[in-house]
């Protein structure tokens, strides 16, 4: 498969493009620290896979501190003041594309602001994102996996009002792999926000244009809702496993999912990776856990479940996990959730861990591209149920339901690892499938990332509720998995309908580990 584990000393970097994890390097050896070198990454993300991520949406942290504290950051926006049923009124459903679509304040500038606040650094933001203002200005490669994108959902993009196709289309077709993609209105939205402060993009000059903007183009968010957003800090969730403390994102996010998961699964018997009880076994709990998840997971202001609580219930696990039949598949399917995001990662030699996911939810988000500024402003409210009350419906101020979810983990050996993946439905179980694989069976880290996976419902580019699983497999494996009920479908080589993964290990001795997915652009950058 071609990669293999990176070390380091002194620093270490990963992002689902190799650019990015430069641009957080470059940082680390300015003097910056983990989490600095994470903003860098995640603006140079915006811009070089614009097409998974931007500054127009959602981001949210966990982070490692030297002295072992855990936190996490929020940079989540609500739905509009102004939303309202009667807004949607005749239609179904919130729409994937276009203004309503984009009816949620984006959160990510202030989660960055949140980070940068706490962290202590001392390097000006203008040098934290000089790599992403550059690339906006010089213009990057697109990739295959950009062009791929692009092509497949042109149609629907480029007829949004904005600035889409003069942005990604200045051709008048999609982008090719090799084309060069230059975003100057991006590069000076970004050179604005290092003269005018962070906060300007919620209640200053830059606000006050995308709020223009937005009002132009129909989107329901208004200045007053930029201004009232703030990020947040809640305390991420927590569940003990054999070995090792997790951590993941409170709700509004997935979080709890991926911790359920893996607790349900530390209780199971499983003797290798990759052989049934292992796979079988994830995807059991993945259905455990999802049952109860669709049933209360969302925005904890409006109502919700102690998901805290269960994590610290042996017994309420236990009981869980011995409704998981050991030889036999649940019958599936549920609702699947959707989503694109990007995550990364970073580590310094003071000890902090950064585990980060950002997101404009779909491939290019609502598809409005703001004439003044080039943000793409995400769509993550479509999740919104139209619906007078119940799970995730539409409230004003309320936050969508979030497939993000940053992880991190710390053993009792002293390691630290952050991890995480794109994917919607599927970041839980490559989660669970890399820290297993990692973790309880001493897979190297990067081929916990490179080695076949599987996939419980739909990611992007699929419906299908099947369960998926790439070759590479033993063959005796997915027969193993339809004698018991799996609805196995095969789908090939190794496919980014699986995610984008990626990992960091900060050894107890201070030694770096990285992996990154061979699925992806990706690139772990070490010092």
């Known amino acids: 498969m071609g990669l293999t584990t990176v070390s380091g000393r002194k620093g270490i970097v990963t992002a689902p493009h190799w650019l990015a994890a430069e641009a957080g390097l470059s940082v680390l050896q300015d003097g910056g620290n983990a989490v600095e070198a994470t903003v860098a990454v995640a603006a140079c993300l915006a811009v070089v896979y614009p097409h998974m991520t931007g500054i127009g949406g959602d981001g949210f942290w966990v982070i490692h501190e030297p002295d072992g504290a855990v936190h996490g950051i929020h940079g989540c926006g609500g739905a509009a003041g102004s939303v309202s049923l009667d807004l949607y009124a005749g239609l179904k459903a919130v729409p994937f594309r276009g203004a309503l679509a984009a009816n949620t304040v984006a959160g ?84 604005r926000l290092c003269d005018e402060g962070l906060a300007s993009f919620y209640t200053g000059a830059l606000a006050a244009d995308i709020a223009e903007d937005l009002a132009a183009l129909g989107s329901p968010v208004s200045a007053s809702d930029l201004a009232a957003h703030v990020a947040y800090r809640p305390e991420p969730l927590t569940v003990r496993l054999k070995g090792a403390q ?81 030889a036999r598949a649940l019958p599936w399917p549920q609702p699947p959730q959707w989503g694109d995001t990007c995550w990364f990662g970073a580590a310094d030699g003071e000890g902090r861990v950064v585990s980060a996911i950002q997101s404009t939810y779909f491939e290019f988000g609502s598809g409005l591209v703001l004439p003044k500024t080039g943000i793409t402003w995400q769509n993550r409210g479509s999740s919104f149920r139209l619906a007078e009350g119940g799970w995730n419906a539409l409230k004003p101020g309320r936050k969508p339901f979030h497939t993000l979810n940053p992880a991190l983990a710390k053993f009792d050996d002293g390691r630290v690892i952050a991890y995480g993946t794109m994917g919607g439905e599927g970041q839980p179980q490559t989660q669970a499938a890399l820290f297993s694989r990692y973790a309880r069976f001493g897979v190297d880290l990067q081929e916990a990332i ?17 369960l998926k699983l790439e070759d590479g497999f033993a063959p005796e494996l997915y027969a193993a998995l339809e004698a018991a009920g799996h609805a196995v479908e095969r789908v090939g080589p190794l496919t980014a309908t699986m995610g984008h993964a990626g990992a960091i290990v900060r050894q107890a001795d201070g030694r770096f580990d990285g992996a990154t997915d061979p699925r992806s652009d990706g690139g772990v950058a070490a010092w």
């Open 450 to 466: 490179s080695a076949p996976r599987w996939l419980l419902g739909r990611t992007w580019g699929d419906q299908s509720t099947t």
């Open 108 to 191: 990510t500038i202030s989660g960055w602001a949140a980070a940068l606040e706490s962290a202590g650094g001392s390097l000006p933001l203008e040098r934290l994102l000089r790599d992403a203002i550059s690339h906006a200005e010089a213009g990057v490669a697109v990739t295959a996996g950009q062009a791929a994108i692009a092509e497949a959902k042109g149609p629907e993009l480029s007829v949004q009002p904005g600035a889409y196709a003069a942005t990604f289309e200045p051709e008048g077709r999609p982008p090719r792999e090799g084309d060069v993609l230059r975003q100057p209105v991006l590069a000076e939205t970004l050179r």
């Open 246 to 326: 997790l951590w993941n994102s409170a709700p509004p996010t997935q979080g709890a999912a991926s911790l359920l998961i893996l607790a349900l699964f530390d209780r199971l018997a499983a003797s290798a990776a990759d052989e049934f009880d292992h796979v079988h076994g994830l995807v059991e709990a993945t259905k455990q856990a999802f049952l109860l998840r669709d049933k209360h997971m969302g925005d904890p202001v409006f109502g919700g479940f102690d998901w805290q609580a269960l994590l610290d219930d042996a017994a309420a696990l236990d009981v869980m996990a011995a409704r998981i039949d050991p």
